[in-house]
């Protein structure tokens, strides 16, 4: 596909091979499908973390990283799992960061990562089922689930005065697993939840869904869905029918498209997605304006951080393969150690090679919890003069 590009055109020629001097990671993200205004600033970003540790000289006795995209679709089972098999199999990458969706996210762990003995490190799948998952120890994410995320959106409408939501939600892992999140959380804390309704993407009418939710009524209608798809369906659909005016946007529907796709009509809207105002995030945000992409698109950070945890961990362990810089992802994460932050990893480098412990911060306030995921922090969002912007922390 054009939008992919390998790393050089020696890298495509060597497919397959690994130079003593070359450690090649896979990035496999829905460049195209759902969220393909989303990904190019997380791959962006994944990137921007091995650049800096190439750029030190001080990774594996001097060794380069290289990036080898793939195209996860999102959605496309089957299209994710060849484009990871070719990352491992012809490619001979030693990590994966990605995927990015939840459904996406499992089928590669399953059918590539475990099979192949691979590390994954997700930025963004976040679906509740991945936290119980079958991993052999290979699979962390540096976004939280969404039985976090479901608390937070039940916290942020009941201090709006919100008593009633109807729900929906792209018919996939991620948009059932947030859904079902939703409804518990809010119902548990007095909440009504009118109905819970799925929706497909890559519908053109959107009008017979919108009718039901209608029927059903609600305050607010939260919106479980992606930007570049049937989630902005939906909200359009509704505003141009007059079924809902005040929406509630989770992370899938956080993007710069909101703006470009409703500016104003959104006005009075509010949603949240992950994110902190850690000293890491400011320090992060500057370095990826310096390297032309915007480092405050969703899940841009995470996947930074995702990238940098992967090859602390490889220097940690001194090796790159997933069977021994595995169980070193928890220890270079958390406490205890020198606290790390963009911008640092050269140092992070030498401190890890002569011994010493590093607490990871990152971008993203990293603290890996469970079998390997993020604690969970976000930003509200609400949308005033078309566009949104962040108002608070979570």
Same mark, same amino acid.
């Given at each position: ?81 060849? =484009? $990871?098999?070719?990352? !491992? /199999? ?8 990605? #995927? @990015?969706? %939840?459904?996406?996210? &499992? ?80 119902? =548990? $804390?007095?909440?009504? !939840? /009118? ?8 519908? #053109? @009418?959107? %009008?017979?869904?919108? &009718? ?183």
């Amino acid at each position: 596909m054009k939008k992919f590009l390998m790393a050089t055109a020696a890298t495509a020629l060597m497919a397959g091979t690994v130079s003593a001097d070359e450690v090649k990671i896979g990035v496999i993200l829905g460049f195209t499908g759902p969220l393909e205004s989303i990904t190019p600033a997380m791959g962006a970003g994944a990137e921007l973390a091995m650049k800096e540790v190439s750029d030190s000289g001080k990774f594996m006795d001097g060794s380069t990283v290289v990036s080898v995209r793939g195209d996860s679709t999102c959605i496309d089972a089957a299209a994710a799992t060849a =484009a $990871a098999e070719r990352l !491992v /199999t012809s490619d001979g990458v030693v990590g994966i960061m990605g #995927a @990015d969706c %939840s459904g996406v996210t &499992g089928a590669i762990l399953q059918n590539v990562a475990r099979p192949n003995g691979v590390v994954m490190v997700s930025p963004s799948a976040t679906s509740p089922g991945l936290s119980t998952a079958e991993d052999d120890g290979l699979f962390f994410r540096t976004a939280p689930s969404d039985a976090r995320q479901g608390v937070i959106v039940t916290n942020i409408l009941q201090d709006r005065g919100h008593k009633s939501i109807a729900i929906t939600y792209t018919n996939n892992d991620y948009g059932k697993g947030l859904a079902d999140a939703i409804k518990t959380e809010f119902e =548990a $804390a007095g909440g009504t !939840v /009118t109905i819970v309704s799925a929706h497909e993407d890559g519908k #053109a @009418d959107y %009008s017979a869904e919108v &009718g039901a939710l209608a029927s059903a009524g609600g305050d607010v209608l939260v919106v479980a869905g992606y930007v570049d798809q049937g989630g902005s369906g939906i909200v359009r659909a509704s505003i141009d029918s007059g079924a809902f005016e005040t929406f509630y946007f989770p992370d899938g529907m956080v993007g710069a498209k909101l703006n470009e796709n409703f500016g104003e009509e959104l006005n009075g809207s509010f949603g949240a997605y992950p994110g902190t105002d850690s000293p890491g995030a400011a320090k992060y945000a500057d370095m990826a304006k310096a390297a032309g992409f915007d480092g405050t698109s969703a899940f841009a950070s995470e996947s930074y951080d995702a990238a940098a945890l992967m090859m602390m961990a490889m220097q940690a362990a001194k090796s790159t393969a997933s069977a021994d810089y595995k169980d070193q992802i928890m220890n270079v994460a958390n406490a205890p150690g020198e606290k790390i932050f963009p911008g640092e990893l050269g140092k992070a480098l030498d401190i890890i090679a002569a011994g010493g412990d590093v607490d990871y911060v990152g971008a993203t306030a990293v603290e890996l919890i469970g079998a390997g995921e993020s604690a969970g922090n976000y930003q509200e969002i609400e949308f005033a003069d078309g566009k949104y912007s962040t108002i608070g922390y979570r």
